[in-house]
Nanobody, 115 residues
Framework: QVQLVESGGGLVQSGGSLRLSCVAS????????MGWYRQAPGKQRELVAT???????NYLDSVKGRFTISRDNAKNTVFLRMNSLKPEDTAVYYC?????????WGQGTQVTVSS
């Protein structure tokens, strides 16, 4: 089992920045990749960014150039740096970790961007 705890959400003005953190604990050696998803009210959850054990990353088109996913392996932590935030980035952001057989989720952290 893997446990994930997110932090760093909040209220920010349009154009501002936030950094989300996700600390993993438990069977962290089983994790193949980690990512951030978001879900806005009335919308489906969508994948925002992924980072693989190789270090390669993928991003949702609408956040490319604004968001950066990174990790600190020594601290079992994944970050999502969000710059130039827009009101449409408002959502609950969830950390996700995937192993060969399982997918784990954090509890979510609210990000609200005011115009």
């Amino acid at each position: 089992q893997v446990q994930l705890v997110e932090s760093g959400g909040g209220l920010v003005q349009s154009g501002g920045s936030l950094r989300l953190s996700c600390v993993a604990s438990g069977s962290v050696s089983s994790i193949n990749n980690m990512g951030w998803y978001r879900q806005a009210p009335g919308k489906q959850r969508e994948l925002v960014a992924t980072i693989y054990n190789s270090g390669s990353t993928n991003y949702l088109d609408s956040v490319k150039g604004r968001f950066t996913i990174s990790r600190d392996n020594a601290k079992n932590t994944v970050f999502l740096r969000m710059n130039s935030l827009k009101p449409e980035d408002t959502a609950v952001y969830y950390c996700n970790a995937r192993s060969v057989l399982n997918s784990y989720w954090g509890q979510g952290t609210q990000v609200t961007v005011s115009s």
